[in-house]
């Protein structure tokens, strides 16, 4: 039963997320990516403390991959700052590896806004990496974060 619901509300998770704008920041060995986030369709994407958030990736291959890594950075005054993801091997994360040429690739995964997360305006760098530690995938977007009752003005 769980499983089930939790297939649902993933299912839920794609449906309402529209793709939004990005700057490449380097992509390598890919096409076509699109970069969908739940409750984004405009930019800067509005998160707030305690919300769950899934990000889409879609992209096509157009060499071959033995492995993949994503990686997430808050760019906060010009520093890039690590962010740790629950999962960070996309092999682990539902990505058939390895990828073969001209193969379509996506994958989804799920966050939670800490609440001991800052409220700020920052870029938030999202990549993908291939066994070489080379971005395939590299999305620069603007993510506000704020608590749920703090005034976005």
């Given at each position: 039963?769980?499983?089930?619901?939790g297939g649902i509300l993933f299912l839920i998770s794609l449906?309402?997320?529209?793709?939004?704008?990005?700057?490449?920041?380097?992509?390598?060995?890919?096409?076509?990516a699109v970069l969908d986030l739940t409750n984004c369709s405009?930019?800067?994407?509005?998160?707030?403390?305690?919300?769950?958030?899934?990000?889409?990736?879609?992209?096509?291959?157009?060499?071959?991959?033995?492995?993949?890594?994503n990686l997430v950075y808050g760019i906060i005054a010009g520093?890039?700052?690590?962010?740790?993801?629950?999962?960070?091997?996309?092999?682990?994360?539902?990505?058939?590896?390895?990828?073969?040429?001209?193969?379509?690739?996506?994958?989804?995964?799920?966050?939670?806004?800490?609440?001991?997360?800052?409220?700020?305006?920052?870029?938030?760098?999202?990549?993908?990496?291939?066994?070489?530690?080379?971005?395939?995938?590299?999305?620069?977007?603007?993510?506000?974060?704020?608590?749920?009752?703090?005034?976005?003005?």
């Open positions: 039963m769980i499983l089930k619901l449906a309402i997320a529209d793709p939004i704008p990005f700057k490449d920041c380097g992509s390598s060995g890919t096409t076509d405009t930019l800067p994407c509005i998160f707030h403390k305690n919300e769950n958030v899934t990000l889409n990736l879609k992209f096509t291959t157009t060499r071959e991959f033995k492995s993949v890594t520093v890039k700052v690590p962010f740790p993801l629950p999962q960070s091997d996309a092999c682990k994360n539902g990505v058939q590896c390895p990828l073969p040429s001209n193969t379509a690739v996506q994958e989804a995964l799920s966050l939670v806004v800490l609440p001991e997360y800052p409220s700020i305006s920052l870029f938030v760098q999202f990549q993908v990496n291939d066994e070489n530690n080379e971005p395939i995938v590299c999305t620069l977007f603007l993510l506000l974060i704020f608590g749920i009752f703090e005034n976005k003005c």
